[in-house]
Nanobody
C-alpha cells in the first residue's frame, strides 16, 4: 500500500510562490501517472496538474502557465511549483495517482493560503 505525505504549504501573499512536495512510499510509484489535487472549503476536490510516468504534463486551465508539476522517480517524489498565486488558489493540496478511482489512501494534504 502506498502512503502519501504532502508538505510545503503555507501562507503567501498574492503573486507569491510556493513549492509543494509529495513523498510516496512503496515500489509502484514510478509506474503511475501522478496528480496534484486541491480542495477548497465547500468545494469538491479537483485535479490541477498531472504528470505521466514518462514526464508528460497536463494542467487545469485555472493554473496553466502558473503551476509546474515534476517528479523524481528515484526519490518517489512529485513536486508542484506554484507561481503567481491568487487568493482563489487557497485550498488543501493533495497528491495521488492520476487515475480514477485513485488507488491509494489520501494523505493529510498541505494547506495553501493566499492572502494579503
Amino acid at each position: 500500500q502506498v502512503q502519501l505525505v504532502e508538505s510545503g504549504g503555507g501562507l503567501v501573499q498574492p503573486g507569491g510562490s510556493l513549492r509543494l512536495s509529495c513523498a510516496a512510499s512503496g515500489r509502484k510509484f514510478s509506474i503511475y501517472p501522478m496528480g496534484w489535487y486541491r480542495q477548497a472549503p465547500g468545494a469538491q476536490r479537483e485535479l490541477v496538474a498531472g504528470i505521466s510516468s514518462g514526464g508528460s504534463t497536463n494542467y487545469a486551465d485555472s493554473v496553466k502557465g502558473r503551476f509546474t508539476i515534476s517528479r523524481e522517480n528515484a526519490k518517489n517524489t512529485v513536486y508542484l511549483q506554484m507561481n503567481s498565486l491568487k487568493p482563489e488558489d487557497t485550498a488543501v493540496y493533495y497528491c495521488n495517482a492520476e487515475v480514477l478511482p485513485v488507488p491509494w489512501p489520501w494523505g493529510q494534504g498541505t494547506q495553501v493560503t493566499v492572502s494579503s
